[in-house]
């Protein structure tokens, strides 16, 4: 118990010692937390959209909020004639939006934050006989598009494609990014352990001198690299918690989607994954500079 | 390669055997070394600057090896002995420098008490040894005292206590009296004197011939890193 005691007001007094440095390289791994954790949550946010969208429709046409019903019934009727077509369902704003909601309750990684109004557009959905005629039909449906009726069509499995496709790009980048970050990282944080050790030097000498064990004069340098690692750790879930309520507002009146947030379980794995990154970097790069530069 | 249980002297608590050792850069700092040193013993360590002395006493607390030869310290053998177990070696290998090397943002009682502290001690163990090792020396009214408030016989003091604070067997001195006027050299030797009767066994680098020649205690002469003279009431020189 003692010897932890020892240990950690080491490690304090350390990480104080030359506050500078050690708030410097707190603020890189914060950045870099944050990157992380911005990461994480767009790639999550991207798949849960995916998985929505691929429901069982292949195509779907949105309809004009002031469209009348006698129109919209006379160009199902129309499309139902087209023989490539299999099956066309009518699907009111009421009824897009409590489908979203049974999905979501469904989905642990999403949450319908405010459903006072309803952005959804009432629209016709198209099962073809053959996936393969998707493009024609849309082809000739996009035409209708201008004409009162129609606002918008979509083509379900090449929506969810793209969307797979910049999930992807962007994990990629992520990574890379991330990859750079971490680098950069590390390298603040043994460069903040080699001078705690540095300023240290006679204390250790004399720690080696009398019998203390390598782990005993490393372990102090170990936590004050975890220290940094969590306090930026802290630094950087404070700005997405703070940062997420704002950002949520302004997507939503921007690109005018439903206000959908994260589950819980999902900000809990933010906060392990954050807190985890945080840790093995911090004592990571503490280990490294105290290897290289305790050589003795 | 006569291991000190297999040769007979079980007292022996030093040995170097065939020792030689050569640093990197070429130099030939000690050339077949045998030294025995049995539990108890006063020992100064006497010849000129390069002569090897501080070579034997890194190797003693390992922090060197040697190239060729073997060492033993309280019947371990240190060349062979594995990283994990030199800290072991340490806590009973006490060693006192030239230079004091205490922390001088600690007070006297707090940088006794490190060596504890940092070797796994209670704190309340902590506490009881450095005051009895503070008494040992005579600095417990300078416990609270900062090394710069001290005088430098004062400072080597400190540094005494903390080498005993751990009540290692080996007491290692080299060169305590260099950086102290000639009276507060001998309080200095006075007191390692003191130590040595309680049993501790003494190592001494010197180049203060008046003290080895009015002690006449064993003698061990280097000179260009061989022994040249090991006498048992010897003086500084032959």
Do not use: C
Request: zero cysteines; aromatic letters at 6%.
């Amino acid at each position: 118990m003692k010897r932890v005691s020892y240990v950690l007001s080491a490690a304090w007094q350390g990480f104080w010692r030359n506050p500078v440095m050690s708030l410097a390289s707190t603020f890189t791994v914060g950045l870099m937390l944050l990157l992380f954790a911005f990461f994480l949550a767009t790639d999550r946010g991207l798949q849960a959209a995916a998985s929505v969208l691929e429901s069982k429709v292949e195509l779907a046409l949105f309809l004009k909020d002031d469209a009348k019903v006698s129109d919209v019934l006379a160009l199902r009727a129309l499309i139902e004639a087209d023989p490539a077509v299999s099956r066309v369902d009518y699907i009111t704003k009421e009824q897009a939006m409590a489908r979203l909601v049974e999905i979501a309750s469904r989905q642990p990684d999403i949450q319908i934050v405010d459903i006072s109004t309803n952005p959804l557009q009432a629209s016709l959905e198209i099962k073809l006989q053959n996936a393969q005629d998707a493009p024609r039909i849309s082809a000739a449906l996009r035409d209708e598009i201008g004409k009162g009726v129609v606002y918008e069509v979509v083509d379900n499995p090449s929506v969810v494609d793209k969307l797979l496709t910049i999930t992807r790009v962007l994990s990629f980048g992520g990574v890379a990014v991330l990859g750079m970050m971490l680098v950069v990282a590390l390298f603040v944080i043994v460069n903040t352990i080699r001078i705690a050790v540095h300023a240290r030097r006679d204390e250790i000498e004399i720690m080696q001198l009398v019998g203390a064990t390598d782990w005993f004069v490393r372990w102090p340098f170990i936590l004050e690299g975890m220290l940094v690692g969590a306090l930026g750790a802290v630094a950087a879930l404070t700005a997405v918690l703070l940062a997420a309520g704002p950002v949520t507002n302004a997507l939503v009146g921007f690109l005018e989607i439903v206000p959908l947030s994260f589950g819980s379980a999902f900000l809990w794995q933010l906060v392990g994954s954050v807190f985890a990154l945080a840790i093995v970097v911090g004592g990571g790069g503490a280990m490294l500079s105290v290897r290289t530069h305790l050589a003795k | 390669m006569v291991s000190p249980r297999a040769n007979g002297r079980g007292n022996e608590l030093i040995t170097l055997d065939d020792v030689s050792k050569r640093y990197p850069n070429g130099t030939e700092a000690l050339r077949d070394v045998d030294l025995h040193i049995e539990s108890g013993d006063f020992v100064f360590l006497v010849g000129s600057s390069g002569a090897g002395k501080s070579t034997v006493i890194r190797l003693l607390i390992r922090e060197e090896l040697p190239s060729t030869g073997r060492v033993w310290v309280d019947g371990q053998d240190v060349v062979r002995m594995r990283r994990s177990a030199v800290p072991r070696l340490r806590r009973r290998v006490g060693v006192v420098f030239q230079d004091f090397k205490l922390l001088p943002r600690r007070t006297v009682a707090e940088n006794v008490g490190f060596a504890l502290l940092v070797t796994g001690h209670s704190e309340e163990e902590a506490r009881e040894e450095t005051e009895r090792a503070l008494s040992l020396v005579g600095l417990a009214q300078r416990r609270d005292h900062f090394p710069d408030q001290l005088s430098g016989g004062e400072q080597q003091r400190a540094a005494i206590a903390r080498a005993l604070v751990n009540r290692p067997k080996i007491l290692i001195a080299d060169e305590p009296t260099g950086n102290v006027d000639p009276v507060t050299s001998w309080e200095i030797i006075k007191l390692l004197i003191r130590v040595n009767e309680l049993g501790t066994t003494l190592v001494m680098a010197t180049h203060n011939a008046e003290i080895v020649n009015a002690l006449r205690r064993r003698v061990v002469h280097l000179d260009r890193g061989m022994v040249v003279r090991d006498e048992r009431e010897g003086l500084y020189a032959a």
